[in-house]
């Protein structure tokens, strides 16, 4: 077998093995990373379910089931347009992120690219306060399809600004939706993102992370979340979701999203070196010391009291 081999590549010429080589490469990189796309999502069962129909249909044509060699044959003959109906979702964003160029391209100028700063910022302190935010970033795939009502500021991205927005209260109808962050600018806020479908997602997350989930399922969006809960930060992107995310962790993981390797890490070293900006957000209430609380004016006390 080995002198089979031997000789197979011996009449051959060079060129031809590495342009094979090459084909099979490429195919064998191309399956692998469908298979990658394809697991754990619901694309993935249903295929399995056709491959069962495959096994059928093969095995009816060598048994010479007429009747049912002859449904599945009519089932199968359309399954292109199954295959585009069922996956059209899987599809389009397998294609979007096959053409997706580095997210934030057009974010190079200095005071753009302080709006992850800000988003860091803002939600640090919201996480603090125990309140709940829901941040999008909108990427190569615009959002104007997967939004719904909202707002539109047009305003500069400040954590001042995304603050406020995020404050309970009657009278501020927007903290209970999502702001829709587009060129480095606060586009929408108070929009309604669509759910996850997701069975796997785990089911002690609320409507906010399955939002958050849902739109980066469907579109290239980044988006971060403040859970009003565990007053924790999380991170979704391509339908993943990353827990529990400190400030500096928060900041890293965007970086290295929005931006190439290198331009990540310079970033981070300018961000390490500048000084601390001074925010004008208010600080979070303060633990009273046990120590210092006075006494209950009902209760007994220690101090000595003087007779007059």
Known sequence: MIEGLLSLFAQRPLTAMLRDFVDVTVVAYAVYRLLLF????????VGQGMLI???????????GLVTAYTLLDRFL?????LVVVIFQGD??????????????????????????????????LLAQRGLGALIVFEREA????FVSQGTVLDAAVTSELLYTI??????????????????????????????????????????????????SEETDAVVVVVSEERAKVSL?????????????SLRRALYGLFYSKRQAAALMKARNEEQPRISRLPPPPATPDVAETPANDNGP?????TQG
């Open 38 to 45: 394809l697991r754990g999502t619901r694309a993935l069962q």
């Open 53 to 63: 129909l495959g096994v059928a249909y093969f095995v009816a044509q060598r048994l």
């Open 77 to 81: 003959t359309s399954i292109l347009l």
């Open 91 to 124: 599809i389009r964003r397998a294609l979007m992120r096959v053409g997706n160029r580095p997210f934030l391209f057009r974010w190079r100028r200095g005071e753009e690219s302080n709006a992850v700063d800000e988003v860091v910022a803002a939600a640090s």
């Open 142 to 145: 615009t959002l104007d399809d």
């Open 166 to 215: 995020f404050l309970p209260a009657y009278e501020n109808p927007l903290h209970d939706g999502a702001v829709i962050i587009k060129s480095a600018r606060v586009w929408k806020a108070g929009g309604f993102l669509p759910l996850t479908g997701n069975g796997s997602v785990d089911r002690r997350l609320g409507t906010r992370h399955r939002a958050a989930i849902g739109i």
């Open 236 to 248: 979704c992107f391509n339908g993943n979701i990353v827990r529990d995310l400190d400030a500096e």
């Open 301 to 305: 006390s220690d101090a000595p009291t």
